[in-house]
């Protein structure tokens, strides 16, 4: 009687060697191909060719080596059919019954910032693919392994009940089909950039889980956090914590705001996030000085908010953050003596996160029920605008940093969003309102006192001159919007009758 018949054939080679020999010592043949056959063999471990098995050799450059009848015959060769039986005898095919491969390293090759178009086409995997699949369909008597961190159930299964169990089987299949979908998803997304589609009439995504979640936004939704593999350096995806709980699905969010607004900043600054709009930002000459300006912004709704730092954080800043109850802090890193002092806090998250930006994500997808929006990330920032002074009056030099932090600032607000700025600090947000003038009071009536020679900044034009009107009475000075209504003429007007500098930028930037 034949010995029952294993595949293995990997490209990574991690805990591959002992499955192989615990295979091997189970009566199993091994078959095996390339370097996997050359490792294992070295190894002292017997193989068989596969091409002793196809009586064909490797070809085109090993393009083609399994692509063959005798190897997919005894991967889908279901043995309880005996037609199936009848035929796989009539030609001499062994059923395969374990099957272990993982693909060519796509995703690394792709990762490479110089990556040569040729060298990611020749990481496309078909032979790999192809057999996960036909292995994967026939689980019915197939176990197929994709992950070497099932390798020591399915030996257990095998030392202990002669076969594995159905159950097992059928979860490695569901995990082999995630496997391969996910590895054509990157394949088609890399294609489909160099081929400069925009929105093809299918879109495909894969992520991988980064960790389960306690619960969603409320206890009783559950959830979990999946990162892109391709997705963007300089995101949450990619941060280390050093201390402190678990992250929620909420923190997570915040978090994510919050990095979205540092990015905006190459002067050293600080922002503090508070359900997923900023309640204070400041510039500063380092992180300490830059986060005393972002909680003057906004003392109150600072407690219990995130903080995010774009320079490294050093003990003069760690006293400063250690005086207030924060969820989380994120920063490039943390010196010895300042992670020594937030660590005696023991529920603050602190995360690092790398801040140079290799990659960035190019869109923004948000999930409606039934499907999917996708648009481009808004990566457009003031340098960006096509800047026009509308009134009589421009802006002093002053009035133009005020102006272009607000600026900054406006983008990430929800809308209808207004901020007020000084030239190192939001003075007060209006967020999310139903009208622009509401959130201009919001935001002015914070700012208070302030905002007398403060700026005002606009997510959107003004379609009436009445928050014009609002803004002057609280003694603003300079505003910024993007123009482009009707009736820009009426706000200007108001704002020449007031001696309020205007500046237009084109640019809009609603954040629903």
């Known amino acids: 009687m034949q010995n029952k018949r294993a595949l293995l054939s990997v490209s990574d080679k991690t805990g591959i060697l002992t499955f192989a020999q615990e295979l091997e010592a189970l009566g199993y043949e091994i078959l095996s191909t390339g370097g996997t056959k050359r490792f294992l063999e070295d190894n002292g471990v017997a193989i068989t060719p596969v091409g002793d098995v196809t009586g064909f050799p490797e070809i085109l450059d090993g393009r083609v080596k399994t692509l063959h009848p005798m190897i ?4 889908l060769g279901r043995p309880a ?14 059923p395969i019954s374990v099957v272990c491969v993982n693909l060519y390293p796509f995703r690394e090759t792709v990762s490479k910032a110089d990556v040569a178009y040729q060298d990611a086409i020749e990481n496309i995997d078909i032979g790999g693919p192809a057999m996960l699949r036909a292995s994967a369909k026939n689980h019915e008597s197939v176990t197929v392994i994709t992950d070497a961190a099932d390798y020591d159930v399915v030996i257990e299964e095998l030392k202990t009940q002669g076969e594995t169990a159905f159950k097992t089987r059928r979860r490695l299949a569901a995990k082999v089909f995630r496997h391969t979908a996910a590895y054509d998803a990157l394949i088609a997304g890399y294609l489909t950039e160099q081929a400069e589609e925009t929105f093809p009439e299918q879109l495909t995504f894969t992520y991988e889980l980064q960790q389960p979640l306690r619960y969603g936004e409320n206890p009783h939704q559950n959830a979990a956090f999946y990162k892109s593999p391709l997705g963007s350096d300089f995101s949450l995806a990619n941060s280390r ?19 979205q607004i540092i990015k905006e900043f190459k002067e050293a600054a600080a922002v503090a996030v508070k359900h997923m709009n900023p309640c204070g930002i400041g510039v500063g000459t380092g992180a300490a000085d830059a986060f005393r300006k972002a909680y003057a912004a906004d003392p109150t709704s600072i407690f219990g908010g995130i903080i995010a730092l774009n320079r490294p954080v050093d003990r003069e800043a760690a006293d400063e953050l250690s005086k207030l109850f924060l969820e989380i802090i ?3 890193s943390f010196e010895q003596e300042a992670l020594d002092k937030l660590t005696e806090k023991k529920n603050v998250r602190l995360l690092t996160i790398p801040f140079e930006q290799k990659r960035q994500d190019r869109w923004n ?12 990330a808004d990566a457009k920032g003031y340098e960006d605008a096509t800047i026009e002074v509308a009134t009589d009056r421009k802006p002093t030099e002053d009035e133009l940093a005020a102006l272009k932090l607000g600026w900054a600032a406006v983008k990430h607000v929800k809308s209808n969003a207004i901020v007020v700025a000084s030239k190192d600090a939001t003075l007060g947000v209006g967020a999310g309102q139903m009208n ?19 700026a005002m900044a606009s997510d959107a034009f003004f379609p009436m001159n ?9 003694g603003i000075t300079a505003i910024i919007q993007p123009g482009g209504s009707k009736k820009d003429q009426d706000s200007i007007d108001m704002a020449n009758a007031h001696g309020i500098a205007m500046v237009f930028t084109g640019i ?5």
């Open 330 to 332: 994120i920063a490039p």
């Open 81 to 94: 059919d005996p037609n199936h039986v009848q035929q796989m005898t009539e030609h001499g095919i062994h």
């Open 72 to 75: 997919h015959g005894g991967l």
């Open 466 to 474: 009445d928050t014009v009107e609002l803004a002057a009475r609280y």
């Open 365 to 376: 997808s948000v999930s409606v029920e039934g499907g999917l929006l996708l648009q481009d």
């Open 508 to 512: 809009r930037h609603f954040k629903h």
């Open 436 to 454: 622009r003038v509401g959130a201009a009071k919001i935001a002015l009536e914070q700012a208070g006192e302030q905002a007398k020679g403060a």
């Open 241 to 259: 914590q050093l201390h402190g709980k678990e992250l929620s699905y909420n923190n997570i969010q915040d978090a994510n705001a919050a990095l």
